[in-house]
């Protein structure tokens, strides 16, 4: 676990080389014009990233690997957290198709997904968010086919030019909380199916996130994906992999901040001298790289359990909690050495400053990261 394989070596130049090149150079225009960066994930998919754990038969690049693809997100991070972000949740969409989905399902979605048609997940609602038991959105069998109806809020993929297809959790039996949940797979071309209203966010401006809407979406049976009742259950069996990516994401952002301030601290001079020759900034770098060091060991020790087919869920919840938390320190410290140029839109930290902050809310909150540990702790 402490030193990569040579596949993952690869992945990681390979990543490295995109993130550091096109990408970083795409990042400042993305974050204000808040566009989809298509060339972006053209760019991921023609190097085989954005379908890496697709299995070959589907026209994936078949690397059936936890730490790669902590690796190529964190990699993606380091120099844009929205790109991360919509790689991110691609992943988590088709890593529950291809654990739950049915043969049928897999035939008909993960072609496209590796294709670079983007995956979704469509669970929270205005009145279930970190209660995820809370929905609304009502599935009623309808013959063969079910019925849906309801409003999924801050779904992330959903653009006009982004997602193809969603996880998308509905009450089936109402009145008994989680157990009465059904996960469906639903696409945009479902009549019924549109996206309402799209958020103005704070940060990851280039990662979209938008109501989704279902009036009268009919999907058959064969929709279900993961078992009926298990709506809440295959939701949240994705979340810890979803996590882990979330994880990953934060630590790109850490050593992102940490570049930054490496090479601003060598350039400003002031009373005579570059700031990083001041032993204050050198202990904030050093801070920085201990903070980033161990998010990252925590996302790997979750990305190799869930690899190893362990479970995993309270060491995804340390990671995404601790790795949230590394990256606002280091965006922090490294804007701080920035100075007041750090406050400006001149410089990449301000943007990294707001984009690291989501990355404490979504996919479960510190808050509830806190409540999945100590649950464990105390057997409850
Ligand atoms: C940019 C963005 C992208 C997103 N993408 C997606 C997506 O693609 N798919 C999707 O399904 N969802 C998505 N979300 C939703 C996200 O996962 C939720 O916002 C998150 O889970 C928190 O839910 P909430 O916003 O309703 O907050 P709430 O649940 O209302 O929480 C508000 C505050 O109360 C705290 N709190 C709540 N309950 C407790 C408790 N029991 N004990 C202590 N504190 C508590 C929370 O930690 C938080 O601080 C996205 C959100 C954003 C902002």
Redesign the pocket.
């Known amino acids: 676990m402490f030193e990569f394989t040579q596949e993952q070596l690869a992945i990681q130049e390979l990543v490295r080389d995109i993130a550091q090149g096109p990408i970083k150079a795409n990042a400042e225009r993305i974050d204000k014009t808040g566009a989809f960066p298509k060339e972006n994930i053209d760019l991921l998919t023609e190097a085989g990233i954005t379908q890496l754990t697709i299995p070959e038969e589907f026209g994936g690049t078949g690397m059936d690997d936890e730490i790669a693809k902590a690796i190529a997100v964190a990699e993606i991070a380091r120099t844009c957290a929205s790109t991360a972000e919509i790689i991110d ?1 691609h992943y988590l969409g088709t890593d529950i198709l291809m654990r739950r989905g049915t043969e049928e399902q897999k035939a008909k979605y993960l072609p496209e997904a590796a294709a670079g048609k983007l995956a ?5 609602e205005p009145g279930a ?3 995820a038991s809370g929905q609304k959105t009502r599935a009623v069998k309808d013959g063969s086919d079910y019925i849906i109806n309801g409003a ?1 809020c ?4 959903l653009g006009p030019e982004e997602g193809n297809h969603f996880i998308c959790v509905a009450v089936t039996e109402p009145g008994i909380g989680a157990k009465g949940t059904t996960a469906f797979l639903v696409d945009r071309s479902m009549p019924g199916l549109s996206c309402g209203k799209v ?1 103005d ?1 704070m940060g ?1 401006r280039g ?1 979209s ?1 938008s109501e989704l809407i279902l009036e009268d979406v009919r999907v058959p049976e064969t929709a279900i994906i993961g078992g009926i009742g298990n709506g809440v259950r295959t939701a949240l069996e994705g979340l810890d992999g979803g996590r882990i990516g979330i994880a990953s994401q934060a630590c790109g952002v850490a050593y992102g901040a940490l570049d930054e301030a490496i090479k601003y601290s060598g350039e400003r001079i002031q009373f005579g001298k570059p700031i990083n020759a001041n032993q204050g900034i050198q202990w904030y770098l050093a801070e920085m790289k201990a903070q980033a060091d161990m998010a990252w060991l925590l996302t790997l020790r979750a990305a190799a359990l869930r690899q190893a087919g362990k479970p995993c869920t309270v060491e995804a919840a340390l990671a995404k909690w601790k790795a949230a938390e590394a990256a606002g320190t280091c965006v922090d410290l490294a804007l701080q050495i920035h100075g007041g140029y750090g406050y400006m839109k001149d410089y990449p930290i301000e943007r990294m400053y707001r984009d690291a902050r ?1 990355l404490r ?8 990261q806190k ?1 999945v540990i100590s649950r464990a702790l105390l057997k409850k």
Not at 120 to 124: E, K, S
Not at 361 to 367: D, K, R
């Open positions: 949740v979704g997940f469509a669970l929270t968010g970190t209660d999924k801050f779904i992330s993929n958020e966010k990851i990662a996130v989501i809310i979504y996919e479960g909150t510190s808050e509830a409540m």
